[in-house]
């Protein structure tokens, strides 16, 4: 039944995965995250123009990301739901700040200046929404109450609002996933999860009439940006062709004419997928995809065999919103999906992400490894 | 843990998660399932699409820009095409290293550092993909000599491409303005998408105003282009919408006749319809050439201009202050009548000067021996000053300003050009909130004679004129006429902006005041006598004379002496005919000296252009 029972009989991993436990680390979880990163550096090294210097900072980044995965798998999951509360506050105050002092960047107010460092608030609330909803439904028996429904929320919802107003429309989704899937697996009844999504789809036509033409044009051309392909259409027109000229095989590592040759735009960040796509092709692309599903596998593995209803919500939470991660960054640079704005997890040039989605898994691993001393 | 809670159920929570949890990883399934079969079509059944589009061409996206629409005087005369020019460009993305590639055309085609960072800061600034202009306006020289070094500069192209082009040089600067390339400021206001590809954006006058309208809608063509960067063929493409034609009420004859009757002159001329306040003419002196502006304009020639003490790129027909000296008298007598201060047969006896109750300073007609006793026909058409000094002090600065307000002085006239200036009608009110100072009396008498304080504009005096030549009907005045979406479809009129007409209540005041005028081109003693003669209708008019600087209390002004730039300015007002206007006509020539010698006549070459008389009776083409 229990996985550390399977690995005792084999006395070399069972060494290695028992000084790993000492630390609260989960050896399954670690090595596919290890593998992952690894490649995600291989490609960002293609992607990025060769730049080693690129590269060096990045794996800076990373280590500082596992700093943080040891240091919140070290952290008994009763702590962090005792302090719950207390994150959630101090995001939304710093979520606030951020509208009157934060700094612009690429032109959306995100960033708070520390003095010695710059702080997206949003990325700590990827962490607290969850960690707070799963903490407010648990106190009580599961399925939650209607009242306690519309609390949580509403929990959701203020700052899912403050982040797309920053404007940060990929992260407001993110966030706003990671608690409704709480919501949805602390097990509200299926008539009002069907009945919330018929509410939801009645209310676009109305939005619909009451919206300008202007607006309409909007939310047209982000429906669908290959209608202008001067502008937002430009990336996902490049981006296509790269995926598409991949084929099977792909060109094979730094061939690929549309990433070496620059015509793929962000594309050691939000579109390094379809250099992946098109230098591996699709049993590249495939692999990744499947590394991925690994990765949340254990996550949810480790969600249902968890041993309070807290912990249990919370780690599904950040294995499926992981998941969301994937497909929102893969359906955008595929033409699925509009165009947001989400990097691709683990791979993606660029640090803060990165922190919080290990992190993440710290919190998993500190659930996984804390069992035994809960309940011996 | 679970024991503070006495009501929860362990066991039935977990399975309630654990099947949830079951439902999303079925779920998740389902998605990424999707997410495969999406790159499975993408990567393997249309992979050799894709292949082709990405292998042997490539996909370029061209931005078509509209061709701006052309500007037309209101008979057809062209007064802004688009000419055909070859221009150096480069695009950024296509260029390797772009510093050495710059660096090597400064060379060839001999930049100043000035260009290059200039040059430099676009790039920086702008998408990749966009063109990059380095030069305009190239020689056929300079074509063959980047022709034959093109393999040098992979990246850098010579372009085709329209630019703007002024036949009429000068004489339309201030009125149509010019377009000049797009700076950062005009980027924050325009939509970015629309003018990709566009190099030029209107900046003063007509071609600022109507910006929207002339520009157009951009188009794009999608291509495929091999390695060489040559079109392989059209994939899909839009056509880009031409800007509208824009016919104006300006007649290019009428312009240049004000022009040359100004002469040397700095000032302003304006004639417009005042029944629908379309204006005919319309010029400030100096001007300058507005297509040196079109590509840029060197430093050395903008230093010129800008340093010139004339300020020939001060649009003096918006912006030029100036006091209105007597051409603001009929405006204040008709006030004076409209008020029952005075009447068409009140008198008031003129010696030549005019003292305050209690006073000594002496106020002085520009008659030194005085008029003798004049009712109100006989003070305007003579222009006594003292008559007005009687009638000011007892109408005191207040109503005058509330009366002459109604005409639009002090005002922006609305008038269809960008930045044009309010001037200054003054007030008791707006001396304390300006300067913190009371009224004095004084003050009240030389307002009433156009002096002091007053600041008009020539479009104001313009527009006040139309007012009082259509009885009280104010319209708004107007440059353009119509508009033409396509070669070929018909006109679409501008609508006529009418504002409230003006409250007069005893319609035979304007016949009273418009008489005088009359008598102003047309009496024996008539200001300007010289206006309405040989002339099949009749002129109303009213001459000015407006100082520059203070005369003191026993000084004479003396043209001889005074230095040129301190003679007084010369003004006309008129409309004709008298009884059914259609042309309003207003002269400023600076430092002209005498309103009935130096900007009467210039009014009656208007006059005589507009409705066709010839001194030598040649017979109009008409």
Same mark, same amino acid.
């Given at each position: 039944?229990?996985?550390?029972?399977?690995?005792?009989?084999?006395?070399?991993?069972?060494?290695?995965?028992?000084?790993?436990?000492?630390?609260?680390?989960?050896?399954?979880?670690?090595?596919?995250?290890?593998?992952?990163?690894?490649?995600?550096?291989?490609?960002?090294?293609?992607?990025?123009?060769?730049?080693?210097?690129?590269?060096?900072?990045?794996?800076?980044?990373?280590?500082?990301?596992?700093?943080?995965?040891?240091?919140?798998?070290?952290?008994?999951?009763?702590?962090?739901?005792?302090?719950?509360?207390?994150?959630?506050?101090?995001?939304?105050?710093?979520?606030?700040?951020?509208?009157?002092?934060?700094?612009?960047?690429?032109?959306?107010?995100?960033?708070?200046?520390?003095?010695?460092?710059?702080?997206?608030?949003?990325?700590?609330?990827?962490?607290?929404?969850?960690?707070?909803?799963?903490?407010?439904?648990?106190?009580?028996?599961?399925?939650?109450?209607?009242?306690?429904?519309?609390?949580?929320?509403?929990?959701?919802?203020?700052?899912?609002?403050?982040?797309?107003?920053?404007?940060?429309?990929?992260?407001?989704?993110?966030?706003?996933?990671?608690?409704?899937?709480?919501?949805?697996?602390?097990?509200?009844?299926?008539?009002?999860?069907?009945?919330?999504?018929?509410?939801?789809?009645?209310?676009?036509?109305?939005?619909?009439?009451?919206?300008?033409?202007?607006?309409?044009?909007?939310?047209?051309?982000?429906?669908?940006?290959?209608?202008?392909?001067?502008?937002?259409?430009?990336?996902?027109?490049?981006?296509?062709?790269?995926?598409?000229?991949?084929?099977?095989?792909?060109?094979?590592?730094?061939?690929?004419?549309?990433?070496?040759?620059? +015509?793929?735009?962000?594309?050691?960040?939000?579109?390094?997928?379809?250099?992946?796509?098109?230098?591996?092709?699709?049993?590249?692309?495939?692999?990744?995809?499947?590394?991925?599903?690994?990765?949340?596998?254990?996550?949810?593995?480790?969600?249902?065999?968890?041993?309070?209803?807290?912990?249990?919500?919370?780690?599904?939470?950040?294995?499926?919103?992981?998941?969301?991660?994937?497909?929102?960054?893969?359906?955008?640079?595929?033409?699925?999906?509009?165009?947001?704005?989400?990097?691709?997890?683990?791979?993606?040039?660029?640090?803060?992400?990165?922190?919080?989605?290990?992190?993440? +898994?710290?919190?998993?691993?500190?659930?996984?490894?804390?069992?035994?001393?809960?309940?011996? | 843990?679970?024991?503070?809670?006495?009501?929860?159920?362990?066991?039935?929570?977990?399975?309630?998660?654990?099947?949830?949890?079951?439902?999303?990883?079925?779920?998740?399934?389902?998605?990424?399932?999707?997410?495969?079969?999406?790159?499975?079509?993408?990567?393997?059944?249309?992979?050799?699409?894709?292949?082709?589009?990405?292998?042997?061409?490539?996909?370029?996206?061209?931005?078509?820009?509209?061709?701006?629409?052309?500007?037309?005087?209101?008979?057809?005369?062209?007064?802004?095409?688009?000419?055909?020019?070859?221009?150096?460009?480069?695009?950024?993305?296509?260029?390797?290293?772009?510093?050495?590639?710059?660096?090597?055309?400064?060379?060839?085609?001999?930049?100043?550092?000035?260009?290059?960072?200039?040059?430099?800061?676009?790039?920086?600034?702008?998408?990749?993909?966009?063109?990059?202009?380095?030069?305009?306006?190239?020689?056929?020289?300079?074509?063959?000599?980047?022709?034959?070094?093109?393999?040098?500069?992979?990246?850098?192209?010579?372009?085709?491409?329209?630019?703007?082009?002024?036949?009429?040089?000068?004489?339309?600067?201030?009125?149509?303005?010019?377009?000049?390339?797009?700076?950062?400021?005009?980027?924050?206001?325009?939509?970015?998408?629309?003018?990709?590809?566009?190099?030029?954006?209107?900046?003063?006058?007509?071609?600022?105003?109507?910006?929207?309208?002339?520009?157009?809608q951009v188009g794009y063509q999608q291509i495929e282009t091999n390695v060489q960067g040559r079109v392989?063929?059209?994939?899909?493409?839009?056509?880009?919408?031409?800007?509208?034609?824009?016919?104006?009420?300006?007649?290019?004859?009428?312009?240049?006749?004000?022009?040359?009757?100004?002469?040397?002159?700095?000032?302003?001329?304006?004639?417009?319809?005042?029944?629908?306040?379309?204006?005919?003419?319309?010029?400030?002196?100096?001007?300058?050439?507005?297509?040196?502006?079109?590509?840029?304009?060197?430093?050395?020639?903008?230093?010129?201009?800008?340093?010139?003490?004339?300020?020939?790129?001060?649009?003096?027909?918006?912006?030029?202050?100036?006091?209105?000296?007597?051409?603001?008298?009929?405006?204040?007598?008709?006030?004076?009548?409209?008020?029952?201060?005075?009447?068409?047969?009140?008198?008031?006896?003129?010696?030549?000067?005019?003292?305050?109750?209690?006073?000594?300073?002496?106020?002085?007609?520009?008659?030194?021996?005085?008029?003798?006793?004049?009712?109100?026909?006989?003070?305007?058409?003579?222009?006594?000053?003292?008559?007005?000094?009687?009638?000011?002090?007892?109408?005191?600065?207040?109503?005058?300003?509330?009366?002459?307000?109604?005409?639009?002085?002090?005002?922006?006239?609305?008038?269809?050009?960008?930045s044009e200036s309010r001037g200054l009608s003054p007030s008791s009110e707006w001396k304390r909130a300006?300067?913190?100072?009371?009224?004095?009396?004084?003050?009240?008498?030389?307002?009433?004679?156009?002096?002091?304080?007053?600041?008009?504009?020539?479009?104001?005096?313009?527009?006040?004129?139309?007012?009082?030549?259509?009885?009280?009907?104010?319209?708004?005045?107007?440059?353009?006429?119509?508009?033409?979406?396509?070669?070929?479809?018909?006109?679409?009129?501008?609508?006529?902006?009418?504002?409230?007409?003006?409250?007069?209540?005893?319609?035979?005041?304007?016949?009273?005041?418009?008489?005088?005028?009359?008598?102003?081109?047309?009496?024996?003693?008539?200001?300007?006598?010289?206006?309405?003669?040989?002339?099949?209708?009749?002129?109303?008019?009213?001459?000015?004379t407006a100082q520059v600087f203070g005369i003191k209390q026993d000084e004479k002004y003396d043209a001889?002496?005074?230095?040129?730039?301190?003679?007084?300015?010369?003004?006309?007002?008129?409309?004709?005919?008298?009884?059914?206007?259609?042309?309003?006509?207003?002269?400023?020539?600076?430092?002209?000296?005498?309103?009935?010698?130096?900007?009467?006549?210039?009014?009656?070459?208007?006059?005589?252009?507009?409705?066709?008389?010839?001194?030598?009776?040649?017979?109009?083409?008409?």
């Amino acid at each position: 039944m229990n996985s550390d029972i399977t690995d005792r009989r084999n006395p070399q991993s069972w060494s290695l995965t028992r000084s790993l436990f000492a630390i609260h680390i989960d050896a399954l979880l670690f090595i596919l995250l290890l593998t992952v990163l690894g490649v995600g550096l291989m490609i960002l090294y293609s992607a990025g123009d060769q730049n080693t210097a690129l590269l060096i900072r990045q794996l800076v980044r990373m280590g500082t990301a596992f700093v943080g995965l040891l240091i919140l798998a070290n952290i008994h999951p009763d702590r962090m739901r005792d302090m719950a509360y207390w994150l959630y506050g101090a995001g939304l105050i710093l979520l606030i700040s951020v509208l009157f002092f934060g700094h612009e960047g690429k032109g959306a107010q995100r960033w708070l200046d520390l003095g010695f460092f710059r702080f997206q608030p949003s990325e700590l609330m990827k962490l607290a929404v969850p960690i707070l909803v799963a903490t407010y439904l648990a106190e009580r028996p599961l399925p939650p109450t209607f009242t306690r429904l519309v609390v949580s929320l509403a929990m959701i919802i203020v700052p899912a609002l403050l982040i797309a107003k920053q404007p940060d429309l990929g992260t407001s989704i993110l966030i706003a996933s990671s608690g409704l899937i709480v919501i949805f697996l602390s097990g509200i009844s299926w008539s009002l999860i069907i009945g919330f999504i018929i509410a939801a789809a009645s209310a676009l036509p109305v939005l619909w009439y009451v919206m300008h033409d202007y607006q309409r044009q909007r939310v047209l051309t982000f429906l669908n940006p290959e209608s202008d392909p001067l502008g937002a259409g430009y990336h996902i027109i490049q981006s296509k062709i790269a995926i598409g000229s991949g084929g099977l095989f792909g060109r094979g590592w730094l061939e690929g004419t549309q990433s070496q040759l620059a +015509f793929l735009p962000e594309r050691s960040t939000d579109f390094i997928f379809s250099v992946i796509a098109e230098e591996f092709g699709l049993m590249g692309v495939g692999l990744l995809l499947i590394s991925y599903l690994m990765i949340a596998g254990r996550g949810l593995f480790i969600a249902s065999n968890a041993q309070t209803s807290f912990a249990r919500l919370l780690a599904g939470s950040i294995s499926l919103t992981f998941l969301v991660y994937v497909f929102v960054n893969v359906g955008m640079v595929t033409g699925l999906l509009p165009v947001v704005g989400v990097p691709l997890p683990l791979v993606s040039y660029g640090g803060t992400s990165m922190v919080t989605l290990l992190a993440g +898994f710290g919190i998993l691993m500190s659930i996984h490894t804390h069992r035994r001393m809960m309940s011996p | 843990m679970s024991t503070r809670f006495t009501l929860k159920d362990p066991a039935r929570e977990s399975r309630l998660i654990n099947d949830r949890l079951i439902f999303s990883a079925i779920f998740v399934g389902i998605l990424f399932s999707v997410v495969m079969v999406r790159l499975a079509i993408l990567q393997v059944v249309e992979h050799e699409h894709f292949d082709f589009l990405s292998n042997r061409n490539r996909v370029d996206i061209e931005a078509l820009p509209p061709q701006r629409g052309l500007i037309y005087d209101r008979n057809g005369v062209v007064l802004a095409e688009n000419i055909p020019t070859f221009s150096l460009e480069l695009i950024p993305e296509k260029v390797e290293d772009i510093e050495t590639t710059l660096g090597q055309l400064a060379e060839l085609f001999m930049l100043s550092d000035d260009d290059l960072s200039e040059i430099k800061e676009r790039i920086k600034q702008q998408r990749r993909f966009q063109n990059q202009v380095i030069r305009q306006r190239l020689t056929e020289q300079e074509v063959a000599i980047f022709s034959a070094n093109r393999h040098r500069f992979p990246g850098v192209d010579v372009v085709g491409r329209l630019i703007r082009h002024y036949p009429q040089g000068a004489l339309f600067a201030h009125a149509v303005g010019y377009v000049g390339r797009i700076n950062e400021r005009d980027q924050q206001v325009i939509d970015e998408k629309n003018y990709k590809g566009t190099l030029q954006i209107g900046k003063t006058g007509v071609e600022k105003q109507y910006e929207g309208l002339l520009h157009g809608q951009v188009g794009y063509q999608q291509i495929e282009t091999n390695v060489q960067g040559r079109v392989v063929r059209e994939l899909s493409s839009q056509s880009p919408i031409s800007g509208q034609a824009l016919y104006l009420h300006l007649d290019v004859n009428l312009q240049r006749v004000a022009e040359e009757a100004l002469a040397d002159f700095n000032g302003s001329v304006i004639a417009l319809d005042p029944r629908s306040g379309g204006i005919l003419a319309m010029i400030s002196k100096p001007d300058f050439n507005p297509n040196l502006f079109v590509t840029g304009i060197s430093t050395k020639n903008y230093s010129v201009l800008r340093d010139s003490i004339d300020r020939p790129m001060f649009d003096r027909a918006m912006r030029g202050h100036y006091p209105p000296g007597s051409t603001l008298k009929p405006f204040v007598a008709l006030a004076g009548l409209e008020l029952g201060i005075v009447s068409k047969k009140s008198k008031t006896f003129c010696p030549g000067w005019y003292t305050l109750p209690g006073k000594d300073h002496r106020y002085r007609c520009w008659k030194n021996h005085g008029h003798g006793s004049v009712d109100l026909k006989q003070s305007l058409a003579q222009s006594c000053d003292v008559y007005f000094y009687d009638l000011s002090h007892t109408l005191g600065i207040d109503r005058m300003h509330g009366f002459l307000d109604l005409f639009g002085f002090g005002q922006r006239t609305g008038v269809d050009l960008p930045s044009e200036s309010r001037g200054l009608s003054p007030s008791s009110e707006w001396k304390r909130a300006s300067r913190n100072q009371v009224w004095y009396p004084g003050e009240t008498l030389i307002s009433g004679i156009g002096q002091g304080f007053n600041q008009m504009t020539p479009i104001q005096l313009a527009q006040a004129t139309a007012t009082l030549a259509m009885r009280g009907v104010n319209i708004r005045p107007q440059l353009a006429r119509a508009t033409r979406q396509t070669a070929g479809s018909d006109l679409e009129l501008m609508p006529i902006k009418t504002q409230d007409g003006l409250p007069i209540v005893d319609s035979a005041n304007w016949e009273l005041i418009i008489d005088s005028m009359v008598e102003v081109t047309d009496g024996p003693r008539g200001t300007a006598r010289k206006v309405g003669e040989g002339l099949p209708f009749k002129v109303a008019g009213k001459t000015g004379t407006a100082q520059v600087f203070g005369i003191k209390q026993d000084e004479k002004y003396d043209a001889e002496t005074l230095e040129k730039r301190l003679h007084d300015h010369a003004l006309f007002i008129a409309f004709a005919p008298e009884d059914d206007p259609e042309f309003v006509v207003v002269v400023i020539a600076e430092n002209g000296g005498s309103g009935s010698k130096t900007a009467a006549p210039i009014a009656r070459k208007m006059i005589d252009q507009y409705f066709g008389i010839r001194v030598e009776e040649i017979d109009a083409d008409e």
